[in-house]
Protein backbone atom coordinates (compact mmCIF):
# COMPACT_ATOMS: atom_id res chain seq x y z
CA UNK A 1 0.00 0.00 0.00
CA UNK A 2 1.64 3.36 -1.16
CA UNK A 3 1.21 6.77 0.02
CA UNK A 4 -0.80 7.75 -2.76
CA UNK A 5 -2.86 4.96 -3.13
CA UNK A 6 -5.27 4.30 -5.91
CA UNK A 7 -9.17 4.88 -5.70
CA UNK A 8 -11.12 3.98 -8.46
CA UNK A 9 -14.56 5.19 -9.84
CA UNK A 10 -17.35 2.47 -8.79
CA UNK A 11 -19.03 1.78 -5.21
CA UNK A 12 -17.00 1.26 -1.96
CA UNK A 13 -17.78 -2.61 -2.59
CA UNK A 14 -15.63 -2.54 -6.20
CA UNK A 15 -13.06 -1.03 -4.61
CA UNK A 16 -12.38 -3.15 -1.43
CA UNK A 17 -13.14 -5.86 -3.68
CA UNK A 18 -10.89 -4.89 -6.81
CA UNK A 19 -11.76 -7.58 -8.71
CA UNK A 20 -11.45 -10.30 -6.55
CA UNK A 21 -13.86 -12.63 -7.05
CA UNK A 22 -13.24 -14.42 -3.39
CA UNK A 23 -14.18 -11.06 -2.00
CA UNK A 24 -18.11 -10.99 -1.69
CA UNK A 25 -19.89 -8.41 0.73
CA UNK A 26 -19.77 -10.69 3.78
CA UNK A 27 -15.79 -10.17 3.68
CA UNK A 28 -15.58 -6.87 2.63
CA UNK A 29 -17.18 -5.47 5.73
CA UNK A 30 -15.62 -8.18 7.76
CA UNK A 31 -12.20 -6.52 6.33
CA UNK A 32 -13.91 -3.05 6.48
CA UNK A 33 -14.84 -3.41 10.33
CA UNK A 34 -11.24 -4.46 11.43
CA UNK A 35 -9.79 -2.02 9.73
CA UNK A 36 -12.31 0.77 11.30
CA UNK A 37 -13.90 2.13 7.88
CA UNK A 38 -17.42 0.41 8.38
CA UNK A 39 -18.54 3.26 10.78
CA UNK A 40 -17.82 5.96 8.07
CA UNK A 41 -18.96 3.56 4.85
CA UNK A 42 -21.86 3.15 6.92
CA UNK A 43 -22.98 6.70 7.29
CA UNK A 44 -22.60 7.14 3.67
CA UNK A 45 -26.25 7.37 2.04
CA UNK A 46 -25.94 3.92 -0.13
CA UNK A 47 -23.12 2.27 2.46
CA UNK A 48 -20.75 -0.15 0.54
CA UNK A 49 -22.54 0.59 -2.58
CA UNK A 50 -22.05 4.55 -2.26
CA UNK A 51 -20.31 5.41 -5.83
CA UNK A 52 -16.74 7.22 -5.89
CA UNK A 53 -15.58 9.74 -8.22
CA UNK A 54 -12.14 8.85 -9.78
CA UNK A 55 -9.42 8.91 -6.82
CA UNK A 56 -11.91 8.55 -4.26
CA UNK A 57 -11.78 12.67 -4.02
CA UNK A 58 -15.52 12.89 -2.46
CA UNK A 59 -13.68 10.83 0.96
CA UNK A 60 -11.56 12.37 3.35
CA UNK A 61 -7.62 10.86 3.14
CA UNK A 62 -7.57 9.09 6.19
CA UNK A 63 -10.78 7.55 4.42
CA UNK A 64 -8.98 6.86 1.57
CA UNK A 65 -6.32 5.17 3.17
CA UNK A 66 -8.72 2.88 5.18
CA UNK A 67 -10.39 2.15 1.98
CA UNK A 68 -7.41 0.95 0.82
CA UNK A 69 -6.50 -0.93 4.46
CA UNK A 70 -9.67 -2.61 3.78
CA UNK A 71 -8.75 -3.86 0.76
CA UNK A 72 -5.81 -5.49 1.30
CA UNK A 73 -7.40 -7.45 4.50
CA UNK A 74 -10.12 -9.19 2.54
CA UNK A 75 -7.31 -10.01 -0.06
CA UNK A 76 -5.15 -11.37 3.05
CA UNK A 77 -1.82 -11.12 1.25
CA UNK A 78 0.57 -13.23 2.91
CA UNK A 79 3.70 -10.87 2.79
CA UNK A 80 2.60 -6.22 3.23
CA UNK A 81 4.29 -3.81 2.40
CA UNK A 82 2.93 -0.26 3.61
CA UNK A 83 4.87 2.92 2.48
CA UNK A 84 3.99 5.53 4.92
CA UNK A 85 1.01 4.77 6.28
CA UNK A 86 -0.02 7.70 8.48
CA UNK A 87 1.12 10.43 5.84
CA UNK A 88 -1.37 13.06 5.32
CA UNK A 89 -3.66 12.78 8.10
CA UNK A 90 -5.15 13.98 10.87
CA UNK A 91 -4.38 13.03 14.73
CA UNK A 92 -7.94 11.24 15.53
CA UNK A 93 -7.80 9.50 11.79
CA UNK A 94 -3.93 8.59 12.85
CA UNK A 95 -5.16 6.66 16.36
CA UNK A 96 -7.69 4.67 13.96
CA UNK A 97 -5.04 3.98 11.36
CA UNK A 98 -2.87 2.85 13.75
CA UNK A 99 -5.40 0.26 15.52
CA UNK A 100 -5.60 -0.72 11.89
CA UNK A 101 -2.25 -1.24 11.25
CA UNK A 102 -2.00 -3.76 14.25
CA UNK A 103 -4.93 -6.05 12.78
CA UNK A 104 -3.62 -5.71 9.18
CA UNK A 105 0.15 -6.82 10.45
CA UNK A 106 -0.74 -9.12 12.79
CA UNK A 107 -0.02 -12.71 11.49
CA UNK A 108 1.88 -11.94 8.39
CA UNK A 109 4.89 -10.79 7.12
CA UNK A 110 5.04 -6.89 7.38
CA UNK A 111 7.65 -4.47 5.75
CA UNK A 112 6.82 -1.17 6.77
CA UNK A 113 8.22 2.35 5.78
CA UNK A 114 7.70 5.33 7.87
CA UNK A 115 8.90 8.73 8.86
CA UNK A 116 6.30 8.77 11.96
CA UNK A 117 8.48 6.56 14.60
CA UNK A 118 4.97 5.88 16.22
CA UNK A 119 3.90 3.69 13.52
CA UNK A 120 6.95 1.21 14.14
CA UNK A 121 6.99 1.02 17.53
CA UNK A 122 5.23 -2.25 17.93
CA UNK A 123 7.81 -3.90 15.01
CA UNK A 124 9.69 -7.02 15.69
CA UNK A 125 12.76 -5.49 13.84
CA UNK A 126 13.25 -1.82 13.04
CA UNK A 127 15.73 -1.57 10.24
CA UNK A 128 16.79 2.55 10.48
CA UNK A 129 18.43 3.48 7.14
CA UNK A 130 20.64 6.80 7.17
CA UNK A 131 22.22 7.84 3.31
CA UNK A 132 21.04 4.64 1.86
CA UNK A 133 22.27 2.20 4.49
CA UNK A 134 21.37 0.31 7.18
CA UNK A 135 22.74 2.40 10.69
CA UNK A 136 21.26 0.63 13.00
CA UNK A 137 18.98 -2.46 13.60
CA UNK A 138 16.98 -3.71 16.61
CA UNK A 139 13.77 -3.56 18.42
CA UNK A 140 12.06 0.03 19.45
CA UNK A 141 13.32 -0.33 23.14
CA UNK A 142 16.42 -1.26 22.00
CA UNK A 143 17.17 1.31 19.80
CA UNK A 144 15.82 4.02 21.89
CA UNK A 145 18.86 2.37 25.00
CA UNK A 146 21.38 2.84 22.20
CA UNK A 147 20.77 6.33 22.60
CA UNK A 148 22.13 6.09 18.41
CA UNK A 149 20.38 7.61 15.58
CA UNK A 150 16.67 6.15 15.90
CA UNK A 151 16.88 7.62 19.40
CA UNK A 152 17.91 11.08 18.09
CA UNK A 153 15.35 10.88 15.33
CA UNK A 154 12.51 10.01 17.94
CA UNK A 155 13.65 12.53 20.32
CA UNK A 156 13.22 14.89 17.98
CA UNK A 157 9.83 14.00 16.63
CA UNK A 158 7.99 13.49 20.06
CA UNK A 159 9.44 16.93 21.13
CA UNK A 160 7.63 18.47 17.87
CA UNK A 161 4.55 16.99 19.21
CA UNK A 162 5.05 17.69 22.77
Avoid: C, M
Avoid at 12 to 23: P, R, S, T, Y
Avoid at 78 to 91: G, K, R, V, Y
Avoid at 106 to 129: M, N
Amino acid sequence: VLQDFHIFSGTIFDNIALGNENVDRVRAVEAARTVNAHGFISALPDGYDTELSERGQNLSQGQRQLLAFARVLAADPEILILDEATASIDTETELLIQDALRKLTAGRTSILIAHRLQTIQEADRVLVLQDGAVAEIGTHDELLAREGLYYTLHSLQFQETA
